[in-house]
Each structure stands twice: as C-alpha cells, then as structure tokens.
C-alpha cells in the first residue's frame, strides 16, 4: 500500500466543490453510498424553491459526506489515482477548516494501550497539531488525537 500526500485543490466554484463533494463521498463510502448522498440531497433540495435549490443541495451533500468523514478519521480509503490517504480530521477543535494547504502536521504515537476486553486493540494513536492561526495572530496549536485516548492508553517513548 502506497501512502501518499494528497494535493490540496481549494474549490473556487460550485462545480468545484461539488466535484470534491464526489470524490469523497466515493472514497469514503463507494459508488453505492455517493448514490444514496444524492439522492438524499436531491430530494432535500425539491423542498426548496429556486433560487436556492442548487446551494441547499450542495449544503446537504457536504453535510452528509462532513458527517461520514468524521466517523472514518485515521482509517485508510482509496484515492481516485488508485492511491490510498488516511482520513484526516475536517477542523481542529477551534473550528479552523483544515482543508487548506500547511493547516496542519500529522504525527503517530505509539501506545500499548489496552481495550475494555484488557486485549490489546491498538498500536498507536494519530495526531493532527493544528497550524491554522488564530485571529489574534498566534499559532492554534490545538491537537486531535485519534483514537482518542482513555485512562488505559500507555505511550511509547513519551515521558
Ligand atoms: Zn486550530
Ligand atoms: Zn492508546
């Protein structure tokens, strides 16, 4: 498995969006799942007149896939250059977008962590350290730590 560091391409129309849209409502979910998403947002979209229909559709599209994304932070899904990338979080906890270029460094942690069973159930947790500024200037820094760690989690080479 090949993982690479996807191109960031910031959506500038509709179509645009859309198309991002697209791609990772198939990369999270599939042909079959992108399929539901649409129709989903179409019939969302019928309950609005023009013109606002389009940009409701849009709105429901990008609030399903935000929602799916959530659920698949740090698991690995298909690019559509047949390459693979890791989910990564949509915004830090301060609600800076992090789908823009440099917004954020990813690093791993090590743990031996062990599941409620008392099975170990992990290797390691992702962590995302936000880059975004704030609006008074000063660096995020804010960290999303996935899995997210319990009393149980013991970190390998962290003091
Ligand atoms: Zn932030
Ligand atoms: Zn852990």
Redesign the pocket.
């Known amino acids: 498995m090949q993982l690479g560091v996807v191109p960031v391409v910031l959506p500038r129309t509709d179509a645009q969006f859309l198309a991002r849209i697209e791609a990772d409502a198939r990369a999270y979910g599939g042909e079959a799942w992108l399929a539901d998403v649409r129709d989903e947002a179409h019939a969302w979209a019928l309950e609005h007149e023009e013109p606002t229909r389009r940009s409701a559709y849009l709105s429901l599209m990008w609030q399903l896939v935000d929602a799916r994304r959530a659920e698949l932070v740090g698991q690995v899904v298909p690019t559509p250059d047949g390459r693979f990338r890791t989910v990564t979080p949509a915004r830090c906890s301060a609600e800076h977008s992090w789908d823009v270029p440099g917004a954020w460094v990813a690093s791993w942690m090590g743990?031996r962590?062990r599941g409620p069973n008392g099975q170990r159930d992990?290797r390691?947790?992702h962590r995302w350290l936000c880059l975004v500024p704030n609006t008074d200037g000063s660096e995020c820094r804010r960290e999303v730590i996935y899995?997210e760690?319990?009393e149980?989690?013991?970190?390998v080479g962290i003091g």
């Open positions: 743990c962590g992990h390691g947790h899995p760690p319990t149980d989690c013991s970190f």
